[in-house]
């Protein structure tokens, strides 16, 4: 392989496709000339993602997104040095047609082949060449928050990386969405708490935080408490979610978002480390996004929020990390397999 200079443009095209959106990006070294997102309006009547149907749009989506990403970054596939995708984890039939299609296409082009863990590339998105936003600097603090992970993850460099905690049981993601479902709102819910929760008391309906050791989170016994507290209420004046639904969200919201800041902080004394990020589909709250810029203030820390389109599942996370993959040439093979679950 020639050897690459840092004058030398770098084209990625990323592919992810590890839940319910299909995501095509390209990148010159490390900005963004197109990231192009298909989500699935499917899944709406269903109250949650169905693997099958999603595979199955992905399959439908695959090609035109692609395609569409590559013309509007303004070069040819024949300028592609390389096609990062998404490994892992994720709904295994929907990882496997991103995967498939970006063998198919790097093989044809004789370019390299990247695989790319999910997680890892919702911290390095904080890496990605945008005016007015600031990088992190090595080392720091990364909270990963979606509908299927919590972890707070140590990064010493773009390849060391450490959990140093996580959930044991749900995710905060299925935290709001489902104390969204039990107040009767519609998927996805935690868009709507967040919503509702701008306009309600935090503080009108106190919960109790679960007590887990260490860096560790849980939040099953929050759900469960929510239920039986809207149960209770709901019995006793059946207009109560309705009369009530801004204090309801609010406080719900207020107590996630404590949980959160109160393992930030243990994070921060254990480590000496003040630099924090946060990534991931949860990342785009409002109350956690504010909440972690008057961290800023308040505790002496420097902290870093992506875009909103970085967010949520997109390629152009993918092409970031597959970039500097490329550059330290690590490839895969044609024989590298998809992964639902993968080690971090």
């Known amino acids: 392989m020639p050897s690459i200079t840092n004058s030398e443009n ?3 095209l990323a592919i992810e496709s590890s839940c319910d959106d299909t995501s095509a990006a390209v990148l010159c070294n490390d900005k963004v000339l197109s990231n192009i997102v298909a989500g699935q309006k499917v899944h709406e009547e269903y109250g949650g993602v169905v693997p099958e149907l999603a595979s199955r749009a992905h399959q439908q989506n695959i090609v035109p997104v692609v395609e569409m990403a590559i013309k509007k970054a303004g070069i040819s596939k024949e300028n592609l040095n390389c096609i990062a995708f998404t ?16 063998k198919s296409l790097s093989l044809g082009l004789n370019i390299p082949l990247i695989a790319i863990n999910h997680m890892k590339a919702h911290i390095l998105a904080h890496f990605i060449d945008e005016d007015g936003y600031d990088k992190p600097t090595f080392p720091f603090i990364a909270l990963t928050i979606s509908g299927g992970h919590t972890q707070i993850v140590k990064v010493s460099s773009f390849f060391d990386m450490e959990i140093i ?10 935290a709001f969405d489902k104390s969204a479902k039990i107040l009767g709102l519609p998927y996805p819910g935690g868009p709507l708490i967040d919503k509702y929760a701008q306009l309600g008391n935090p503080k009108a309906f106190p919960f109790t935080k679960p007590k887990v050791d260490g860096l560790n989170f849980s939040f099953s016994g929050l759900k469960t408490q929510i239920l039986y507290f809207v149960q209770k209420k709901v019995a006793e004046n059946e207009n109560f979610i309705v009369e009530n639904l801004n204090d309801i969200c609010a406080s719900i919201q207020y107590t996630i978002i404590q949980i959160l800041m109160d393992k930030l902080k243990l994070a921060v004394a254990e480590t000496g480390i003040t630099q924090i990020t946060i990534g991931g ?3 785009a709250n409002s109350g956690i996004r ?10 002496g820390w420097k ?15 993918i092409g970031i990390v597959g970039y500097y993959n490329f550059l330290e040439e690590n490839f895969s093979t044609s024989d590298v397999v998809s992964k639902a679950r993968i080690e971090f």
């Open 10 to 12: 770098i084209y990625t």
């Open 87 to 102: 490994q892992g984890p994720g709904l295994m039939g929907s990882l496997l047609v991103g995967g498939s299609f970006a």
């Open 303 to 317: 902290t870093y929020i992506p875009k909103f389109e970085y967010t949520t599942d997109n390629a152009a996370m």
């Open 290 to 299: 504010n909440t972690l810029k008057e961290a800023e203030t308040k505790y």
């Open 165 to 174: 905690g996580e959930t044991t049981d749900d995710a905060v993601g299925e």
């Open 281 to 283: 589909g949860v990342s």
